[in-house]
């Protein structure tokens, strides 16, 4: 008889966001009294910019005639070399030299926050900051390495506490268990904070002292406004030895329908005399065929300086919102972080209730979705997430809403 992977048997419920997504299906099944605005999950709602449709147009049209048909992209493991010029060049605009062939482009940095683990051994010890974006935890208990589930906690992660008391940047590792894999999101999610450069080289030196590696999700780094907040990790001393950076275009650009992403393995980064950038390319070239090529052209164009123009202007858009809400709830009263160099806003429910029970009440009584902390993990009870990625005038309504509720 065939045996199954009994890891997903261990993993608690479901997904974070289709519980929301059940639990508002049954809210708007009762009529609720007045639209519902979602303010849950960070899916973007503004149109692609202008300098993109056009290259998807012209890319399409190339589809139909055979002199300029593409089939299956024959260059670096799917990935067409004006993409990969274009992100090898945008980092070099910063001061950072990654080669061309460091770069692989792929569908979504939250697959490749999962699928990076095929190329480590499910024996190694896996740090995760607390709270944390769920992928990370649930495809590491997927793959065995995060033990059994206790309720709270996964036995065998090590769980980094991100509090407001130490600014939800985590302190380095207490005792013995050393990680081997450490993910770190800056900008975070669900946080909304942003690590510094001095606050890096501490995990970066860690990290080359016990031959571990960080696994850097860097999705958000556009939104970063602060002056001397770094948008690479790579921008950090030591850092291509030690480091994975996983960046998106979802969220920068607009691409969730869309689908494109890129990781950043360093040729210098080894491990067991392994390069981890063979690997990945190893694993790549079996499992994924490339993003398509119309898609890779689209996401070209967002580095053309039309592209920049236009996706900047729809960052300022969302950051907008983010003042928004970020203002108008601590005028209620509320606790709020975040809404700064991030999309999100982490916001600390009243008078000690419940995430879930808070999720319930805007809900219910202001028709206005959110995302409990508690599905980021333990440090995450007590507070509620935000985005700012929703319509203007419906992020004005929710947060009138909601102040009218507290």
């Not at 010029?85 to 061309?100: E, H, N």
């Not at 906690?153 to 940047?169: I, S």
């Not at 995990?203 to 590696?213: L, P, Q, R």
């Not at 360093?266 to 993003?291: H, I």
């Amino acid at each position: 008889m065939v045996k199954i992977n009994d890891n997903f048997q261990k993993l608690p419920g479901g997904y974070l966001f289709p519980e929301i997504g059940r639990r508002v299906r049954a809210f708007s099944a009762e009529n609720p009294p007045m639209p519902l605005i979602r303010l849950g999950i960070g899916d973007v709602t503004q149109p692609l910019a202008p300098a993109v449709i056009e290259a998807m147009k012209k890319a399409t049209e190339e589809m139909a005639h055979k002199e300029t048909f593409r089939g299956y992209c024959e260059e670096t493991c799917g990935a067409y070399d004006f993409l990969r010029f274009a992100i090898r060049d945008s980092y070099k605009a910063t001061g950072v030299d990654i080669a061309d062939d460091e770069i692989f482009v792929s569908d979504g940095a939250k697959s490749d926050c999962g699928n990076i683990g095929d190329i480590f051994s499910a024996d190694n010890i896996v740090a995760v900051c607390d709270p944390v974006y769920p992928v990370y935890v649930d495809t590491s208990a997927m793959a065995g390495r995060a033990g059994d589930f206790d309720g709270e906690r996964w036995t065998k992660l090590v769980y980094l506490p991100c509090t407001a008391e130490n600014g939800f940047f985590p302190a380095l590792p207490q005792g013995d268990r050393i990680p081997d894999l450490i993910y770190i999101c800056s900008p975070n999610n669900p946080t909304g904070a942003a690590a510094t450069k001095e606050q890096l080289k501490v995990w970066v030196d860690y990290a080359n002292e016990h031959g571990s590696v960080i696994l850097y999700d860097s999705a958000y780094e556009a939104y970063i406004t602060e002056p001397g907040i770094p948008h690479s990790i790579y921008e950090v001393e030591g850092a291509k030895t030690c480091a994975i950076e996983f960046r998106s275009f979802s969220k920068t650009a607009g691409f969730t329908g869309n689908r494109c992403a890129y990781t950043v393995v360093p040729k210098a980064l080894e491990r067991g005399g392994a390069s981890l950038n063979a690997m990945w390319n190893r694993r790549q070239g079996t499992k994924f065929n490339g993003v398509p090529y119309v898609i890779q052209r689209a996401a070209e164009a967002v580095y053309s300086p039309d592209g920049q123009k236009q996706t900047m202007e729809t960052i300022a858009y969302y950051m907008n919102n983010a003042r928004i809400i970020k203002e108008g709830l601590s005028a209620a009263g509320l606790t709020v972080y975040g809404g700064t160099n991030a999309p999100y806003i982490w916001a600390r429910t009243p008078d000690g209730v419940g995430s879930w029970d808070f999720f319930d009440l805007l809900l219910k009584k202001a028709c206005v979705v959110t995302t409990p902390g508690a599905g980021f993990g333990p440090s995450g009870e007590g507070y509620i997430r935000l985005t700012a990625f929703g319509d203007a005038d419906a992020t004005v309504e929710a947060v009138e809403r909601i102040k009218k509720v507290l």
